[in-house]
């Protein structure tokens, strides 16, 4: 069970690695670094960018519960 979860966390974290490498600068740590305003959307929400931003979400806090899981499981 403990190998299944760490295959787990390695995909999560392939994903959320993609993802955010993937994403335009207006989202990522460029926008930070930048000064560019992260919250200047344009175009539809169902763009690339939005799909990817939900993906990293979402992969980071699965990833965070996996972490959180593995020391209670034998």
Same mark, same amino acid.
């Given at each position: 069970? +403990?190998?299944?979860? $760490? @295959?787990?966390? $390695?995909? @999560? &974290? $392939? @994903? *959320? #690695?993609?993802? @955010?490498?993937?994403?335009?600068? +207006? &989202?990522?740590?460029? /926008? /930070?670094?930048?000064?560019?305003?992260?919250?200047?959307?344009?175009?539809?929400?169902?763009? =690339?960018? &939005?799909? =990817?931003? +939900?993906? /990293?979400?979402? /992969?980071? $806090?699965? *990833? #965070?519960? =996996? #972490?959180?899981?593995?020391?209670?499981?034998?």
């Amino acid at each position: 069970m +403990k190998t299944l979860l $760490i @295959v787990l966390m $390695i995909i @999560v &974290w $392939i @994903v *959320f #690695v993609a993802s @955010v490498l993937l994403m335009s600068p +207006k &989202w990522g740590l460029g /926008a /930070a670094i930048g000064g560019i305003g992260g919250n200047d959307e344009y175009g539809s929400k169902k763009s =690339l960018e &939005w799909k =990817l931003k +939900k993906i /990293a979400v979402v /992969a980071g $806090i699965i *990833f #965070v519960i =996996l #972490v959180l899981i593995l020391p209670y499981v034998n």
